[in-house]
């Protein structure tokens, strides 16, 4: 079964409006990190936002807020204010405490683009 | 701020060649860990490193090795290359008591 779900393939946005990507993901693991990454069309995987699984408020870093909703397993992405800069593959991801697992589980990406 | 540096960019081999693939964590991190991102695909986790031992294995193959080095340093060593291995590699670092991985720019890894 896939540990991280992001349901959203691609996704065109007006300019200024405000974006929420999906992510659900699933792990037995009671502490967990759940984390967001942009990757532009040059390649690089740029670090977003972090929620820890026992944080008990909302993550927000400038324009981006994770929406956490542990009971549903749900860590969806808030962009407000959309920018053309923000047109890029973002990945959801999660790192189990469990078994000593070290590495990232990534979601396939959503890949957004937005309008002027 | 530091960021993680990797080298080269760019590489071009050939099949059955082999290549070295280095990454500098940032300054005081501790845990070097290396992914593989296809094209078109999501990134996979291959081996991590803390305090210069195999922290942790994902699907390396066979094929390549890494070690972390004093300086904490680390080289993915990978050799008879395929075709299937062209992809993005990329070297992430932390510090081991905390989850957030912070990436570099990634090689790119082309084989002819």
């Known amino acids: 079964a896939q540990k991280i779900t992001q349901t959203q393939p691609g996704m065109f946005v007006q300019e200024k409006e405000a974006v929420t990507l999906d992510c659900t993901y699933d792990t037995s693991d009671q502490s967990y990190g759940l984390f967001w990454y942009k990757q532009p069309s040059s390649g690089e995987m740029i670090f977003l936002i972090y929620q820890g699984s026992y944080d008990e408020q909302n993550a927000t870093e400038g324009r981006y807020s994770l929406n956490f909703q542990k009971a549903r397993k749900s860590a969806n992405l808030v962009i407000s204010a959309s920018q053309l800069g923000d047109s890029a593959m973002y990945f959801c991801a999660m790192k189990e405490s469990g078994g000593g697992a070290d590495g990232l589980t990534f979601g396939k990406g959503t890949h957004l683009i937005i309008q002027p | 701020a530091a960021g993680v540096i990797q080298s080269p960019r760019h590489l071009i081999k050939e099949k059955r060649e082999t290549a070295t693939l280095k990454c500098y964590p940032i300054?005081?991190?501790?845990?070097v860990y290396w992914y593989q991102q296809g094209p078109g695909q999501d990134p996979q986790f291959l081996i991590s490193?803390?305090?210069?031992?195999?922290?942790d294995k994902g699907s390396i193959p066979d094929r390549f090795s890494a070690q972390q080095f004093s300086d904490y340093h680390s080289e993915l060593n990978m050799s008879s290359l395929e075709l299937g291995d062209s992809a993005l590699y990329f070297c992430?670092?932390?510090?081991?008591?905390?989850?957030?991985?912070?990436f570099g720019p990634g090689t790119r890894l082309t084989v002819t």
């Open positions: 300054p005081r991190h501790d845990t």
């Open positions: 992430a670092s932390s510090l081991k008591r905390r989850y957030e991985q912070y």
């Open positions: 490193f803390y305090e210069k031992m195999q922290s």
